[in-house]
């Protein structure tokens, strides 16, 4: 829109002048300024991949104009991709890329090339209805959601925004500043947006607004990419109606929930915290929901969330959150608020923020026990004594679970501290052996005696920390003690989630950054070996 309107008034300007159109002539000039303002806008907004690939498509129309040729709108759109990519290969990581990429091509597909010139409501109803059908493959493919309330969004804000907000913003910023009454287009702008912005939270905030559901397999994403094709033909078309056929194993192919009597784990990639989903054939527990990043921003709705719907997990059966501390609960409150939690068990204080307006939940006390799909569940720590001992530190009450299959068992500890380990060795020693360890306390050395770890006498352990986290963890001493006793060692900075599958023979072990390494990735060689 900037472009254009710098088009237009560098060209009806340069044609007063005859001498500048001697010089040049107007279509050339206007076309360099509608470029310059194109380029001036997109470095004030930030320049992100939408902005590169309208600049590059403007820069394809003036270069066209000053060269006296015509380009097709493929061949523009292909220069705008060339421009994006050249300088940064990585800009299709961005969902940005293929959004904006994608939106322009869909507006292409449905608008250029057509016999018939239709009425520009009806072509503006055509665009809508082009992108809320060709966007849903990306949007279910890269978030796993589509918004159902966004044709009647973009119905009204992208005028508005377009026509209204953007160019009284423009006006008001060029205006002198020292006229305290040249400020009504700024004023009538943020008027404009907060009216908008209230519809758009209204409509946010409507029952089922937003679609979610697993991650689609990519062969069905290509084969809803070709249904939209198949959709958006001309009228005339015959069978468009099997477009709607290909977009249905987006939406139908589930993921393959565990068999019965295997428990399926996920040690998640939080940084320096704790989350580990566990999965069987018909429940779901989340043990720690990771840290708080900032204000805002958690490993709940960051991480957690969008990994257990990519999963096909759209509730939990259980939530334990073992202690207070941010690095285990920063999470909780984004999970809890976007997903239905059967109920909540933890050894925080009854008036923690957390466990307020809770009505499901409940202290985790040492004993507690219950079965899901033929997979045993045991608590074993805390006591119910400790919680009136103020002189337990919050470490030392955290919740210690036991998962078992047959004589299979995954022990979880939290961060228990050598106290508490001691107190485990005294009570519950038959129960600490383990074919995979959870590492108390991400490998502190407060943590992981020797008496422990021969009592748990591991196959696996599982170091969760964040990459050169402040706490040094895991502690180099604690490290060697577990590599003395032949376990195999695996850390959540290096390996990326840890996907376990155990059932009654055993258990498979994936580390998700070796499987899905990307040529880029660095993996550290071990010491002695040869490069």
């Known amino acids: 829109m900037l472009a254009s309107l710098g088009f237009a008034l560098t060209y009806w300007l340069w044609r007063r002048s005859v001498r500048l159109t001697l010089f040049l002539p107007a279509r050339k000039a206007a076309a360099l300024a509608a470029l310059l303002v194109a380029l001036c806008y997109a470095l004030l907004s930030g320049f992100a991949v939408p902005a590169q690939r309208t600049v590059y498509m403007v820069g394809a129309v003036a270069f066209a104009l000053w060269l006296n040729r015509n380009f097709s709108l493929g061949q523009m759109l292909s220069i705008a991709l060339l421009g994006v990519l050249i300088p940064d290969p990585w800009a299709v990581l961005s969902p940005g890329f293929w959004l904006s ?21 009806e072509e503006y109803g055509k665009v809508q209805w082009a992108m809320t059908i060709g966007l ?34 423009l006006l008001g910023a060029v205006l002198p500043s020292d006229f305290s009454h040249w400020d009504a287009p700024l004023w009538l702008a943020h008027s404009v947006m907060n009216w908008t912005m209230q519809l758009l939270e209204w409509l946010n905030d409507l029952p089922q607004a937003v679609w979610t559901q697993h991650a689609p397999p990519a062969w069905s994403i290509v084969a809803g990419m070709l249904g939209v094709l198949v959709i958006l033909l001309p009228r005339g078309y015959p069978a468009r109606w099997l477009g709607f056929l290909l977009l249905l194993p987006m939406f139908l192919n589930t993921p393959e929930p565990p068999a019965l009597n295997t428990v399926r784990l996920t040690v998640f990639d939080v940084g320096q915290g704790l989350a580990v989903g566990v999965q069987t054939r018909h ?21 957690l969330i969008p990994s257990l719907r990519a999963m096909g997990i759209n509730q939990l059966d259980g939530l334990i959150l073992t202690h207070d501390d941010t690095d285990h609960t920063g ?54 004594a400790s919680y009136s001992k103020e002189s337990i530190s919050k470490n030392n009450r955290g919740c210690v679970l036991r998962i078992s299959i047959g004589n299979r068992h995954i022990l979880l500890t939290a961060d228990i501290e050598k106290e508490s380990e001691q107190q485990l060795l005294d009570e519950h020693a038959d129960k600490l052996p383990a074919e995979l360890l959870i590492v108390p306390h991400h490998g502190s050395k407060t943590s992981s005696t020797d008496e422990f770890i021969t009592a748990v006498h591991p196959e696996y352990a599982v170091f969760t920390v964040g990459y050169l986290n402040r706490f040094g963890h895991p502690k180099q001493e604690v490290v060697q003690r577990y590599a003395l006793s032949g376990v195999e060692l695996m850390r959540s900075d290096e390996d990326g989630a840890i996907l376990v599958e155990m059932d009654a023979q055993g258990l498979q072990i994936e580390h998700y950054r070796k499987t899905h390494n990307h040529y880029w990735t660095h993996f550290p060689q071990a010491e002695g070996q040869a490069p």
């Open 101 to 121: 990429f994608g939106a322009v091509a869909l507006i292409l597909y449905v608008t250029a090339y057509r016999l018939k010139q239709a009425h520009w409501l």
């Open 331 to 384: 999470g909780a409150a984004s999970v809890m608020q976007a997903m239905p939690v059967g109920w909540v068990s933890s050894s925080l204080p009854d008036d923690h923020p957390l466990l307020q307006q809770l009505t499901n939940k409940q202290r985790c006390i040492t004993g507690q026990a219950w079965q899901w799909d033929g997979v045993q569940f045991d608590i074993l720590h805390p006591d119910a």
């Open 283 to 303: 429940h779901t527990l989340l043990y720690d929901t990771g840290p708080d990043f900032s204000d805002g921003a958690d490993s709940g709705n960051r991480i």
């Open 136 to 169: 849903i493959p990306m949007s279910l493919g890269l978030f796993q959601q589509v918004s159902l309330v966004s044709p009647i969004a973009n119905a009204f804000a992208i005028p508005l925004v377009s026509l209204i907000v953007v160019p009284l913003a």
